[in-house]
């Protein structure tokens, strides 16, 4: 079983207000002996929750960035299609393939069977 970690790193503000607009996050695993990692920046858009900066949690910072974010597109016929993206299973998917590709390069020094 993969155990995952999720941490916040940094954050960026914006003047006076100390509005977070940027967040430097990390993702480890663990599986076993086994571990891999990935982080990344999230950009914030403001919303209707604020929470002063003195009381924001690293929690409640990791929520905000594993919020849905709905991306809309539109292709030359100006026919728009949404996309979801979701950040924590994004980042979750991805260390747990490096794990995974560790587990298939991993070597093992078997009993002899004559032995």
């Known amino acids: 079983m993969i155990?995952?970690?999720w941490s916040v790193e940094k954050v960026i503000t914006t003047g006076d207000t100390n509005v977070v607009t940027q967040v430097y996050w990390r993702c480890n695993a663990n599986q076993d002996e086994l571990t891999a990692s990935c982080?990344?920046?999230h950009s914030?858009?403001?919303?209707?929750?604020f929470i002063p900066y003195g009381l924001l949690t690293e929690q409640q910072v990791l929520?905000?960035?594993f919020a849905p974010?709905?991306?809309t597109l539109t292709n030359k016929d100006n026919i728009e299609q949404s996309i979801t993206k979701h950040l924590k299973d994004e980042g979750e998917a991805q260390v747990t393939e490096q794990i995974e590709r560790q587990l298939a390069q991993k070597q093992?020094?078997?009993a002899l069977p004559w032995a």
Do not use: N
Request: glycine share 10%.
């Open 3 to 5: 155990t995952f970690k």
């Open 108 to 110: 093992f020094e078997p």
């Open 63 to 65: 929520d905000w960035c």
């Open 44 to 49: 914030l858009v403001s919303g209707d929750t």
């Open 39 to 41: 982080s990344g920046i």
């Open 69 to 71: 974010e709905i991306i």
